[in-house]
Nanobody, 123 residues
């Protein structure tokens, strides 16, 4: 079984930065895709960014140029650097992974999830 634990969320002002971390345990980390998703109150969970086992990255249009996803396979961890935060970035942020390949831009593509970390951006 895979366990994911997110950390790094908090309350910040618009324009500030945060760095989210996702620590994985339970299996070998490196070959597998990692994704970050978010869910705001009353909204569906949405894709934010993903990094494939080989290092290829993908981003939602609304975070391009502001967020950067990365991974450190030696530490079994993934990260989401969030700059120029906006109030509309307020949400619970989740990291996710899986043990198979294929499409990776939708929440349904992932099988393991963390508990989430709250990010609140005030105006």
């Amino acid at each position: 079984q895979v366990q994911l634990v997110e950390s790094g969320g908090g309350l910040v002002q618009a324009g500030d930065s945060l760095r989210l971390s996702c620590a994985a345990s339970g299996r070998t980390f490196s070959p597998y895709d990692m994704g970050w998703f978010r869910q705001a109150p009353g909204k569906e969970r949405e894709f934010v960014a993903a990094i494939r086992g080989g290092g290829t990255t993908s981003y939602a249009d609304f975070v391009k140029g502001r967020f950067t996803i990365s991974r450190d396979n030696a530490k079994n961890s993934a990260y989401l650097q969030m700059n120029s935060l906006k109030p509309e970035d307020t949400a619970v942020y989740y990291c996710a992974t899986r043990s198979f390949t294929g499409p990776y831009l939708d929440a349904s593509d992932y099988q393991y999830w963390g508990q989430g970390t709250q990010v609140t951006v005030s105006s």
